[in-house]
């Protein structure tokens, strides 16, 4: 019959293995880290972009809308004059700090006055992308990227790395010459 040869590190073992406490509170922890990871990704998986502007520096960032962060029953259901309207953002869920609201953040559309060239197409844009935040309500598996501007409510923490914090409940979707942008690229020589 041959030999079972059993090197230094290696251990030969039967057919009922026994995991220990310390491994499996080993296995909890490295599944705590990975589900920890996945969900602060998501969550703080949006970038926040600097421009320099006019009047200073500009804060942009592309931002993940999903049912679950939207309170659907006290948003807006209809624009209002110029387009404008309003989603309320369950603060908790936001990657920004806000530390001086209580309730929920304001996310606003801003107003395009009707005296501006393409002020019809800009406001029809503005009404679709509406409607496509009001459909997240029926379908928690979707999600729409927006881009927000952090200005001018904003107070910069640090530098390095780049730390926020919303001095008011307020935050806008990035607009410029009333249209709604969507990205976070600067405006060649103009502000925001």
């Not at 409510?153 to 780049?162: E, R, T």
Request: aromatic share 10%; proline share 6%; charged share 20%.
């Amino acid at each position: 019959m041959a030999a079972v040869r059993q090197l230094p590190d290696l251990r030969v073992v039967g057919e009922n293995v026994r995991i220990g406490p310390t491994v499996l509170l080993c296995l909890f922890i490295c599944l705590f880290i990975l589900w920890g990871n996945i969900f602060v990704g998501e969550l703080l998986g949006s970038e926040i972009v600097s421009n320099p502007g006019k009047y200073g520096r500009y804060y942009h960032m592309r931002f993940e809308l999903k049912a679950h962060l939207i309170d659907f029953d006290h948003s807006d259901r209809a624009l209002r004059s110029g387009g404008q309207f309003e989603i309320r953002i369950k603060r908790e869920q936001f990657p920004v700090a806000a530390p001086h609201c209580k309730g929920p953040l304001i996310l606003r559309m801003p107003w395009t006055p009707s005296t501006i060239g393409g002020a019809q197409e800009k406001i029809a844009k503005k009404q679709a992308l509406l409607k496509r935040i009001l459909a997240l309500q029926g379908d928690a598996a979707s999600s729409l990227w927006i881009v927000i501007e952090l200005n001018p409510y904003i107070k910069v923490v640090k530098q390095k790395p780049l730390t926020l914090q919303l001095m008011q409940c307020n935050i806008f979707f990035r607009d410029y010459n009333g249209e709604y942008v969507d990205d976070t690229n600067p405006r060649a020589g103009k502000s925001p």
